[in-house]
């Protein structure tokens, strides 16, 4: 079975997602966030586990960056809609929320 078949057929990650947050490290230790990033981060953590979030990270070189956040495939457009609607009230903007799958590499 090809390795992208086998990650798409389990229903956990293959791989252990860490009990502690790298977040803070990031927001803490190096001072690269911001606001912006800070809520949506928070609000994916709000999501939990329950509600299919198994993690969510800054990612990139941060001031204004974006974050990535890991989830169930089944509850996508669930969190998607809470972390978009959470963003609004929190902010008061609208949200760019893109969704990606893991696929094999080229060639």
């Given at each position: ?105 080229p060639g």
């Amino acid at each position: 079975m090809p390795r992208i078949a086998l990650l798409n057929s389990v229903r956990r990650p293959p791989f252990r997602v860490a009990d502690r947050p790298l977040y803070p490290s990031l927001k803490e230790d190096y001072a690269v966030s911001c606001a912006e990033l800070d809520t949506v981060v928070e609000s994916a953590q709000r999501v939990g586990r329950s509600g299919g979030v198994f993690g969510c990270r800054m990612t990139g070189g941060g001031f204004g960056g974006c974050a990535v956040a890991l989830i169930e495939a089944a509850a996508q457009q669930a969190i998607v809609y809470e972390i978009a609607a959470d963003y609004l009230r929190r902010t008061g903007l609208e949200a760019t929320l893109f969704v990606s799958r893991a696929a094999a590499a080229p060639g």
